[in-house]
């Protein structure tokens, strides 16, 4: 019998136990150790089973138990002193209140939040990103704001079947057992935030507060009873359904989002969001409930929409065009002529998000598109990312090169607190005086090689643990009623060198690409003196049977009578299993199809523990891998097809742990440990630690974009938006006036026979049509020419106002210094100019010199 509806009895605990409600409330004990090993204290068996939850803990714990701890002198003191040691964190000045000019608000949107395991509102990489980075934005001091959904079904659980096809089923959350409580207006009442839809209907939604730290996440929820039952549903599942849930989904997170917000100031009386930061385009409509409320203020559409992007950053996470929503622009034109948001008209949204460039389609609504054309600044997640996204998207700025396309990168990072083992938080304390494990010398002697190698063992052996109770509850709960059977005890062995490979089963991540060559891969995990074994684990989408297919061949393969104790596939890979997973590998593997895997972060978790990576040159290893701290499998980019591929990348990498890794690993000097190994591990500890860090990540965001967007925010909004309004007009006169602009001619002279340390000296003549001098900027570009003319290495250098005699050209000058000797070209660019750009690629204008 199911039940059809279920709410959870709050526990009320005993008033002496105050500090332990008060620690369990902020969810700083997802990543706080201290705070955790109190909460084990409670009953260590239980946590251990209600996967380290503490409301389920203390909902759970019978009240006999309560009351033995309510009279436990010792637990009383230290539950007060976490406490204490909480509200010291809450409230004490921190990295962010030493800048001026920051922001004094950041609103960060996300479709998905992975923060603990206990509240599984998280799909993979994206969502654990975006947990990472509100947990470093909260440890740095950064007023941020997190907004999300709040999906009742969260992301699904994972069950293989007995033939190896993965079963989905989504356990409901109960929202009433979750640390969070309803946003309440001052008089009790719960805060509605309201979206009217077609046909008259309308969707509403509560909104719940998380505290991560200091900062406060937002999360909207439909399942209230002031819904029709339909619409009720719009939360129900993170990525569920397609086409029109979903843009109901993305209608609430952002519209609904901001709109959240707005209660949530009013009602704290906190300072409003000077800066929007939407991770991905799935919250891309944030920025038109934003327009609308400007237009509400007396500006129009074009006016608010400079305003919106200047104090807007979007990050893009993918470089595979089916991770980007693309809506049917009929089905958002229909939500946007209702009204949903008064003064804006559907044309001017359709037109935001229109892939009107060669190769699009028109007839879709593509979020990303939308996000940059929301933004004025945008980056995507690794260097790579970066430059793949300046290719992906430079048909939004059209005629200039993909280098000078205007997305920037910051690369992802991890937050260390959370993903770093506890055994070597202990170790850098007991022997380096810290606990911060990205800053402190690894190198030193104070941590000696038996003393790393055993923590490394311990970290193994978790790992041969976990993943042995995994496959015996797994076997069990397949096969009701019976025992697993014995060998399933003896899986795995803590000694041996262990692989890692878990993650979401798109295909081009290749799950299988290690079967490649079966024998091969036999032979590696059964040799006899260096064998090799391996821990899969990954979630294929719902609706994707291939990758469902990939997952039953691996399934398969390990279940074979000769290997199936050196490879073993864990369900249901989660952030409770990834705690003890990477940390118990010796090698993190990352095969995906470059350059697809936009940075990667699961080897950035595995590295802070010490593991050394074996990945494509992809992502953040394409930026980070130097020789020491792991092995790069070479990318066959030269192959005739995909097959020929995979088949040269597969056998690198068996060469690579055949020939390489195997060897070093159980190289051994007398007293059994692996020194060069070591010394490789120390090599990654020191100097990856503080680079993948997401308190480098954040603070990268808040330098080079939140504080530059807050400050062309507050440029473009004094004066009561009279720079706004100035702006919108000047490049609507710009972008009339531009197909008349052109480089009429351009003279060099000053050099005859050039050699290194002569200037050439540059005239150009302009024509501006309607538009003056300080209108434009005049850059000579300049650098190597290689064949085709095409230049490589390439600078600018502004040209000066020569003069500009009215109906005539204008002309510009300027000098360039010849530095290095070889072949050198250059040619003349125009392009619009205002203080109030961010880029000279901004309106995606440009004149070029012809000849
Ligand atoms: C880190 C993490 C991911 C993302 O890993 P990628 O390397 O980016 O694919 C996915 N799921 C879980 C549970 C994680 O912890």
Redesign the pocket.
């Given at each position: 019998m199911k039940a059809i509806r279920r709410f959870t009895v709050r526990t009320v605990l005993p008033e002496a136990l105050d500090a332990v409600s008060a620690l369990a409330a902020n969810l700083r004990w997802s990543w706080h150790e201290p705070t955790r090993r109190l909460f084990a204290r409670i009953d260590p068996i239980l946590w251990d089973e209600l996967d380290h939850d503490p409301i389920a803990l203390l909902g759970a714990v019978d009240s006999a138990r309560l009351e033995e701890l309510a009279g436990d002198g010792q637990f009383i003191a230290d539950a007060q002193a976490l406490r204490a040691d909480l509200t010291a964190y809450l409230e004490e000045p921190r990295w962010y209140q030493s800048l001026e000019d920051a922001p004094q608000r950041i609103a960060y949107f996300s479709p998905e939040f992975?923060i603990a395991s206990a509240i599984p509102q998280?799909s993979?990489?994206l969502g654990?990103?975006a947990g990472d980075h509100l947990k470093s934005a909260s440890d740095l001091g950064l007023p941020l704001l997190g907004v999300g959904l709040f999906y009742r079904a969260g992301y699904f659980r994972q069950a293989i079947d007995r033939d190896g096809w993965q079963k989905e089923t989504y356990p409901l959350l109960d929202p009433d057992g979750l640390p969070m409580q309803v946003l309440r207006e001052g008089d009790g009442a719960p805060v509605l935030v309201t979206l009217p839809l077609t046909g008259g209907s309308q969707l509403h939604a509560r909104v719940w507060q998380m505290h991560v730290g200091r900062v406060v996440l937002l999360l909207l929820d439909t399942d209230i009873a002031e819904n029709e039952e339909e619409l009720r549903g719009v939360t129900d599942r993170l990525y569920g359904g397609g086409g029109e849930h979903r843009l109901l989904q993305e209608l609430l997170l952002g519209i609904g989002g901001v709109r959240a917000i707005k209660a949530h100031v009013r009602i704290t009386g906190s300072p409003a969001p000077e800066v929007f930061h939407t991770n991905e385009g799935h919250a891309g409509f944030l920025g038109l409930e934003r327009i609308s409320d400007l237009i509400a203020e007396g500006l129009t559409f074009s006016e608010a929409l400079q305003v919106v992007r200047a104090g807007t950053l979007f990050t893009t996470h993918t470089p595979v065009p089916a991770g980007i929503d693309r809506f049917d622009a009929s089905l958002v034109e229909r939500y946007f002529q209702t009204d949903l948001l008064p003064g804006v008209d559907a044309h001017d949204v359709l037109a935001l998000g229109r892939e009107d460039y060669p190769g699009g389609d028109r007839g879709v609504h593509n979020m990303a598109v939308m996000g940059l054309r929301l933004a004025q600044r945008a980056n995507g997640v690794s260097q790579l990312h970066g430059e793949v996204s300046r290719g992906m998207f430079g048909e939004l700025w059209p005629g200039f090169d993909a280098a000078d396309v205007p997305i920037t990168s910051v690369t992802n990072g991890?937050h260390a607190p959370t993903w770093t083992d506890p055994l070597m938080v202990t170790l850098a304390k007991d022997s380096l005086g810290t606990y911060d494990t990205t800053r402190c010398d690894w190198s030193s002697d104070a941590v000696s090689d038996a003393q790393l190698w055993s923590v490394r063992r311990a970290m193994r052996e978790q790992l041969v643990t976990d993943a042995r109770e995994r496959v015996a509850a797994a076997w069990v709960e397949e096969n009701p009623g019976m025992a697993a059977p014995q060998w399933m005890t003896g899986v795995l062995d803590p000694d041996v060198l262990t692989i890692g490979f878990?993650?979401?089963v798109p295909t081009y991540?290749r799950l299988t690409l290690m079967l490649h060559d079966q024998d091969r891969l036999r032979a590696l995990l059964t040799d006899p003196e260096r064998p090799v074994q391996l821990v899969i684990a990954g979630k294929s989408h719902p609706a994707d049977d291939s990758g469902k297919a990939l997952i039953q061949k691996l399934v398969q393969f390990a279940a074979e009578h000769d290997v199936r104790e050196r490879i073993v596939f864990l369900p249901n890979?989660?952030?409770g299993?990834?705690r003890l997973l990477y940390p118990g590998t010796d090698i993190w593997l990352?095969n995906p199809l470059r350059p697809f895997?936009a940075?990667?972060?699961?080897?950035m978790?595995a590295a802070l523990n010490g593991s050394l990576n074996l990945s494509i040159l992809d992502g953040w290893w394409n930026e980070y891998y130097d020789g020491e701290n792991g092995w790069a499998i070479p990318s066959a980019d030269a192959a005739g097809d995909g097959a020929e591929r995979d088949a040269l990348e597969a056998e690198a990498m068996y060469d690579l742990i055949e020939h390489q890794i195997a060897p070093r690993f159980y190289d051994r000097d007398d007293e059994g440990l692996p020194r060069r190994w070591l010394r490789n591990i120390r090599h990654t500890l020191a100097t990856l630690s503080p680079e993948l860090s997401a308190d480098r990540m954040v603070s990268e965001y808040v330098e080079r974009l939140y504080v530059p967007a807050a400050r062309a925010r507050r440029a473009i909004s004094g004066e009561s938006y009279g720079p706004a309004r100035d702006l919108a007009q000047w490049k609507a006169r710009v972008t009339a006036e531009w197909p008349n602009v052109a480089v009429a001619h351009v003279e060099s002279g000053g050099v005859q026979s050039p050699q290194v340390g002569d200037e050439l000296t540059v005239r150009a003549h302009v024509e501006l049509a309607g538009l003056s001098a300080d209108d434009v900027l005049v850059d000579v570009v300049f650098g190597r020419a290689r064949d085709g003319d095409e230049l490589a290495d390439v600078h600018h250098m502004p040209l000066t106002l020569e003069a500009h005699e009215l109906g005539q050209s204008a002309t510009f000058t300027g000098t360039v210094p010849l530095a290095r000797s070889g072949s050198f070209g250059y040619t003349v660019r125009v392009t619009p100019c205002h203080e109030l750009l961010a880029h000279p690629a901004e309106l995606g204008l440009v004149a070029v010199a012809e000849h």
């Open positions: 992975g998280y993979g990489g654990i990103l991890v878990a993650r979401r991540k890979y989660d952030i299993m990834a990352n895997e940075c990667g972060t699961s080897g978790k």
